[in-house]
């Protein structure tokens, strides 16, 4: 009997083809219309499982990417600060020269000093800078500007309320890199190398150690002068000695045959002629600058060789003063605001005077341009020599300063070319993830349009078949 196929048969065996190749003719579609060879995880489970792998990996690759970008951009604003501050740095040191002419006048000096001052402020701005929210040398510490300005002892102080820690991105697998540099690391690098004094008035540096930064100024005051022998010649001391400057014993050598005088090891002075307006209020100096104000005008013309005693008293704030034993080699003063501790050798100390002590490598850039600022504008009434001298301190701890401002600089532009050069290497890791992600999962567009082309002429292929077998008349259904 011979095998009968049903029409019903038929049908579907036409259908499941025409089905077959409209899948087939969609596929293709959605391949050229995509690009892509992969388009459901089932058509290819392995080559799915390769590409979600490449994606994680460009993914990463794309946040550090991210990532240095905004920290080159913290870097870059970070130097162009430091940059600045080299500038007002250059100009300081330009005018803290020219302040130490002699030739100038307090007005000139006065002049320089307003002008310091303006460019201090600007550093300070600069200090403060920030990137967004972001403060660029207050550390890792959160909030307002690092660098603030507090009053102490009568002295303008710049305080720094950040950390010593630096910002940090992370620019690759366990590689992180710093996008900042400190403040104390930029404008007040502690590098100290002890106490130094501005010679005025002969006080030392006493046994113990000292404690602290910045600088103070140490008040020297002169309270009253003695001599047991010096009424006997018939020299007086001028108003008893209350405008004398001197500190300590001093020899006073007269020698009558020559006519002149003189005070320890200072100048050897003549003694004015009978008649002369300065018999009366004569000034000798000692080796240091301290005055003795002597009346002539009954000196009895005879030799004379005799100490001169000048009692006195130390401040490091200014209002409490301790009286001066100039046996004591290790006096301790506290500055009650600013905390530091001094200790001074007494034995020295030959005349008043306002002493300038600076912890030498413990200066922020800040308060030396404060001190250039009060120095130039001389209120302890220094000579031109001492005026000299101190901007001479100050002139160093600028230069130091400085120095360690470009090595921040230099710092920062180093992190920024390593950064560059990462980036260039994480975008060609970057670009070649995705050509062999485009490998794995992208269709060859020329064979995907002929597999097109292939799968459009199999559908209406199929699709004519099938009309052909799918033709009934009585003679087919009696078959």
Do not use: C
């Not at 489970?45 to 990463?60: C, D, K, M, W």
Request: aromatic residues 4%.
């Amino acid at each position: 009997m011979p095998l009968r196929i049903s029409t019903a048969s038929n049908y579907q065996r036409v259908l499941s083809s025409i089905r077959l190749n409209l899948s087939q003719l969609v596929t293709s579609q959605q391949q050229v219309s995509t690009g892509r060879r992969i388009l459901r995880p089932s058509d290819d489970p392995s080559g799915t499982a390769r590409v979600l792998s490449f994606n994680r990996q460009i993914a990463g690759t794309e946040r550090f990417i991210g990532a240095i970008g905004l920290g080159r951009s913290v870097v870059d604003t970070g130097a162009v600060a430091l940059e600045t501050g080299s500038g007002i740095l250059a100009e300081v040191r330009q005018n803290l020269i020219q302040g130490m002419n002699g030739t100038l006048s307090s007005q000139d000096r006065e002049a320089i000093a307003n002008e310091v001052e303006l460019l201090r402020a600007e550093m300070l701005g600069t200090a403060n800078t920030q990137s967004g929210e972001r403060s660029l040398f207050g550390g890792t510490k959160a909030g307002d500007s690092p660098w603030i300005e507090q009053v102490i002892g009568g002295v303008s102080r710049a305080i720094y309320t950040g950390n010593d820690e630096e910002q940090r991105i992370r620019i690759g697998n366990g590689v992180e890199i710093a996008i900042t540099v400190s403040g104390q690391d930029a404008f007040a690098k502690n590098e100290g190398a002890g106490p130094i004094y501005s010679g005025l008035t002969g006080v030392g540096q006493g046994l113990t150690g000292d404690e602290g930064q910045g600088y103070e100024y140490l008040t020297v005051r002169h309270d009253g002068t003695s001599s047991a022998t010096l009424a006997s010649s018939g020299i007086a001391l001028v108003s008893g000695g209350a405008g004398d400057t001197l500190l300590g014993d001093n020899t006073l050598t007269i020698d009558a045959t020559a006519g002149t005088v003189q005070l320890g090891t200072g100048p050897v002075l003549t003694i004015p002629a009978v008649g002369s307006g300065d018999l009366a209020d004569f000034t000798v100096a000692n080796e240091l600058g301290g005055e003795l104000h002597l009346d002539f005008s009954a000196f009895g013309g005879a030799d004379f060789t005799g100490t001169v005693s000048g009692a006195g008293s130390v401040s490091i704030d200014g209002s409490s003063f301790t009286a001066i034993n100039f046996a004591e080699g290790d006096l301790e003063l506290i500055h009650p605001e600013s905390g530091n501790t001094l200790h001074f050798d007494m034995a020295g100390i030959k005349r008043a005077g306002v002493e300038l002590v600076t912890f030498g490598g413990k200066v922020n850039i800040f308060d030396a341009l404060q001190g250039i600022v009060d120095d130039l504008r001389n209120g302890d009434n220094l000579s031109q020599p001492e005026l000299t001298d101190r901007l001479g301190i100050w002139l160093t701890e600028v230069d130091r300063g400085h120095n360690n401002l470009l090595v921040s600089l230099g710092s920062l532009g180093s992190r920024s070319e390593r950064m560059t050069k990462t980036e260039d290497k994480l975008e060609g890791v970057q670009l070649q993830l995705e050509s062999l992600r485009s490998e794995e999962q992208d269709v060859d567009i020329s064979e995907a349009a002929l597999d097109l082309a292939r799968a459009q002429q199999s559908l209406e292929l199929a699709q004519a078949s099938g009309a052909r077998l799918l033709q009934t008349n009585l003679l087919n259904f009696l078959r």
